[in-house]
């Protein structure tokens, strides 16, 4: 610092520093050879508070105290002042209008600094005062090049298996300018990687207004994660859109896109969805692990009884089979699992989805493809024309693709596919509301079953629980159901990551349509009414098979009040 033995001597007047903690500093300064002021050298030692002397300093200059801890240097202020004067003569812009920019120094005597910035803008410079180490860490962490800032971010990351990506979408001559090494692309493979080995299903990057937030979705429950430098943003962004075949160009409308990655020899695809928000662009990316999907009913959660009533339905002939549930509850890995069990040699399935998420050996699957006319609609009237024997519709958006579904049915197809309903009840009357006429529904629905996911209990750290006040409340739990139940619920360990939890299971209600309930569809009855003769005909609800889950320590009271409570009982 420029003056400094005009600052040591105002330390001695304000009584912050004495002769003998001069001495021992000044030997600090000789050991550092040259590393040290004599400053420097008495905050190290704890004789002097950083604060204390940048108050001293503010007021002997008559300068405003400028807190940068808690500061985020917008844009538009950190672009005011060439990057390579920031670092080399450490000031920091903190605002900046036409005429003028703020700076903040920690050496009040620097005025070459100030007069070259100011010669070099043209514009007043008007000096406020912060410590060295607020200074210094600013612009480490602002103003650093991209390559140091993301050393920075990863240093202490477990950065292992960064290499063992092999990255299959998104090669160099797609937009790259730099190697596997460059520190973007190592950061963006480094967000991958741990979202892989969290076992997270999303991930999501949300730009906030002073920092670059990122998510993982684990066991349907989002963890926020430590997210690297606001100002990474855009160069993240761009990347990821590079891999995913976005056009990076366009930030103004959503885009939508595909990775492909082999990590530890297995074939990952994310599905990327981009969204311009007022921060920036947000980018949420499903991961689809081929190797990880469930094939096997039996591992979806479906107990015996549930397994036979699945059985029956999937080998009738012929009718509709409707898997409802919010987005993200499983509908297309139960229909997944459905079609692997009848895939046989002597039948011919076809489906059509938006997007295909998973391939499944000897199966015909066909992408939905709007701007080539390539609807739902489209797809289904030309799959007829093939002569299939089950047909697998990824969801009924419209009436047209109703009525070509119900039509097929009746022409002695099985027909699978999803809507989106609280329960399976009021699968039918969706169907009526898009305008289809009820005795078609009546005539061609066979099943409709209603879905949700819940954690499972990790089983490392699984211990008995006694059900709370609240939980007996709310469930409606009788003493025949506690004497009989063993709850269980994790108490954290590093397997499930301190949650507890550790995969999930479905929850299902299955409702197959008697000749009682086609007859309610033919008078055009309420689902509520529906519901109470499925009921009566016996189906279960989703509440009463996540009990029966919880009973038998496979998920948790809380995880049954969390996933139901808005379901009718």
Same mark, same amino acid.
């Given at each position: 610092?420029?003056?400094?033995?005009?600052?040591?001597?105002?330390?001695?007047?304000?009584?912050?520093?004495?002769?003998?903690?001069?001495?021992?500093?000044?030997?600090?300064?000789?050991?550092?050879?040259?590393?040290?002021?004599?400053?420097?050298?008495?905050?190290?030692?704890?004789?002097?508070?950083?604060?204390?002397?940048?108050?001293?300093?503010?007021?002997?200059?008559?300068?405003?105290?400028?807190?940068?801890?808690?500061?985020?240097?917008?844009?538009?202020?950190?672009?005011?002042?060439?990057?390579?004067?920031?670092?080399?003569?450490?000031?920091?812009?903190?605002?900046?209008?036409?005429?003028?920019?703020?700076?903040?120094?920690?050496?009040?005597?620097?005025?070459?600094?100030?007069?070259?910035?100011?010669?070099?803008?043209?514009?007043?410079?008007?000096?406020?005062?912060?410590?060295?180490?607020?200074?210094?860490?600013?612009?480490?962490?602002?103003?650093?090049?991209?390559?140091?800032?993301?050393?920075?971010?990863?240093?202490?990351?477990? @950065?292992?298996?960064?290499?063992?990506?092999?990255?299959?979408?998104?090669?160099?001559?797609?937009?790259?300018?730099?190697?596997?090494?460059?520190?973007?692309?190592?950061?963006?493979?480094?967000?991958?990687?741990?979202?892989? =080995?969290?076992?997270?299903?999303?991930?999501?990057?949300?730009?906030?207004?002073?920092?670059?937030?990122?998510?993982?979705?684990?066991?349907?429950?989002?963890?926020?994660?430590?997210?690297?430098?606001?100002?990474?943003?855009?160069?993240?962004?761009?990347?990821?859109?590079?891999?995913?075949?976005?056009?990076?160009?366009?930030?103004?409308?959503?885009?939508?896109?595909?990775?492909?990655?082999?990590?530890?020899? =297995?074939?990952?695809?994310?599905?990327?969805?981009?969204?311009?928000?007022?921060?920036?662009?947000?980018?949420?990316?499903?991961?689809?692990?081929?190797?990880?999907?469930?094939?096997?009913?039996?591992?979806?959660?479906?107990?015996?009884?549930?397994?036979?009533?699945?059985?029956?339905?999937?080998?009738?002939?012929?009718?509709?089979?409707?898997?409802?549930?919010?987005?993200?509850?499983?509908?297309?890995?139960?229909?997944?699992?459905?079609?692997?069990?009848?895939?046989?040699?002597?039948?011919?399935?076809?489906?059509?989805?938006?997007?295909?998420?998973?391939?499944?050996?000897?199966?015909?699957?066909?992408?939905?493809?709007?701007?080539?006319?390539?609807?739902?609609?489209?797809?289904?009237?030309?799959?007829?024309?093939?002569?299939?024997?089950?047909?697998?519709?990824?969801?009924?958006?419209?009436?047209?693709?109703?009525?070509?579904?119900?039509?097929?049915?009746? @022409?002695?197809?099985?027909?699978?596919?999803?809507?989106?309903?609280?329960?399976?009840?009021?699968?039918?009357?969706?169907?009526?509301?898009?305008?289809?006429?009820?005795?078609?529904?009546?005539?061609?629905?066979?099943?409709?079953?209603?879905?949700?996911?819940?954690?499972?209990?990790?089983?490392?750290?699984?211990?008995?629980?006694?059900?709370?006040?609240?939980?007996?409340?709310?469930?409606?739990?009788?003493?025949?159901?506690?004497?009989?139940?063993?709850?269980?619920?994790?108490?954290?360990?590093?397997?499930?990551?301190?949650?507890?939890?550790?995969?999930?299971?479905?929850?299902?209600?299955?409702?197959?349509?008697?000749?009682?309930?086609?007859?309610?569809?033919?008078?055009?009855?309420?689902?509520?009414?529906?519901?109470?003769?499925?009921?009566?005909?016996?189906?279960?609800?989703?509440?009463?098979?996540?009990?029966?889950?919880?009973?038998?320590?496979?998920?948790?009271?809380?995880?049954?009040?969390?996933?139901?409570?808005?379901?009718?009982?």
């Amino acid at each position: 610092m420029e003056n400094s033995e005009y600052i040591i001597e105002l330390l001695k007047e304000a009584g912050l520093v004495s002769e003998e903690q001069l001495e021992a500093a000044w030997q600090k300064v000789a050991e550092s050879d040259g590393q040290l002021d004599i400053l420097d050298a008495l905050i190290k030692l704890e004789f002097l508070d950083e604060d204390a002397l940048t108050n001293l300093l503010a007021e002997q200059y008559g300068l405003e105290v400028f807190d940068l801890s808690q500061y985020y240097i917008p844009d538009e202020v950190a672009e005011a002042i060439p990057v390579d004067f920031i670092r080399q003569n450490e000031v920091v812009p903190v605002s900046a209008d036409e005429d003028s920019v703020t700076v903040a120094m920690y050496d009040p005597a620097d005025l070459e600094a100030v007069d070259a910035l100011s010669y070099t803008l043209k514009k007043e410079i008007r000096v406020v005062l912060a410590s060295k180490s607020q200074v210094v860490n600013a612009i480490k962490s602002r103003f650093s090049s991209l390559s140091d800032s993301v050393d920075a971010f990863l240093t202490g990351v477990n @950065t292992t298996g960064i290499e063992q990506m092999e990255r299959v979408s998104g090669s160099s001559d797609e937009g790259d300018s730099a190697d596997d090494d460059a520190p973007i692309i190592r950061l963006a493979s480094m967000i991958i990687i741990e979202a892989f =080995k969290l076992r997270a299903s999303d991930i999501h990057l949300e730009p906030m207004e002073k920092r670059y937030r990122i998510r993982y979705r684990i066991d349907g429950v989002l963890r926020e994660v430590e997210g690297p430098p606001k100002y990474l943003q855009m160069n993240l962004t761009s990347r990821f859109k590079i891999m995913a075949h976005m056009d990076i160009t366009e930030k103004r409308i959503p885009l939508d896109g595909r990775i492909q990655v082999k990590m530890g020899g =297995k074939d990952i695809d994310l599905r990327v969805s981009s969204i311009p928000t007022t921060h920036g662009e947000s980018i949420v990316m499903r991961i689809l692990d081929k190797a990880s999907i469930q094939l096997d009913i039996p591992k979806l959660g479906f107990y015996q009884d549930d397994q036979q009533k699945i059985n029956r339905i999937i080998n009738y002939p012929d009718g509709i089979f409707l898997v409802t549930g919010p987005t993200g509850s499983g509908k297309t890995t139960s229909l997944y699992a459905f079609l692997n069990t009848i895939n046989k040699p002597t039948r011919k399935i076809i489906t059509v989805e938006d997007p295909v998420e998973y391939m499944l050996a000897g199966i015909n699957q066909v992408q939905v493809n709007p701007a080539a006319k390539m609807t739902f609609a489209a797809a289904l009237k030309a799959m007829l024309r093939q002569a299939p024997n089950i047909i697998m519709v990824g969801e009924i958006r419209d009436l047209e693709t109703a009525e070509i579904a119900i039509q097929a049915s009746l @022409t002695g197809h099985l027909v699978f596919s999803t809507l989106h309903t609280n329960d399976a009840p009021s699968a039918i009357t969706r169907l009526i509301d898009m305008g289809v006429q009820p005795f078609m529904v009546a005539s061609s629905v066979r099943a409709a079953m209603a879905q949700r996911l819940v954690r499972r209990v990790c089983k490392n750290c699984a211990e008995p629980v006694e059900a709370t006040e609240r939980e007996i409340r709310s469930l409606g739990l009788d003493d025949n159901f506690l004497a009989s139940a063993t709850l269980m619920q994790g108490k954290g360990c590093s397997v499930c990551g301190g949650s507890g939890y550790k995969g999930r299971c479905g929850i299902y209600e299955i409702f197959l349509l008697s000749e009682d309930v086609q007859e309610l569809i033919f008078r055009k009855c309420e689902a509520a009414v529906i519901r109470e003769a499925a009921r009566k005909s016996g189906m279960r609800t989703l509440r009463e098979d996540a009990l029966r889950k919880a009973a038998n320590g496979t998920t948790t009271l809380a995880e049954v009040v969390s996933t139901t409570m808005g379901d009718k009982e």
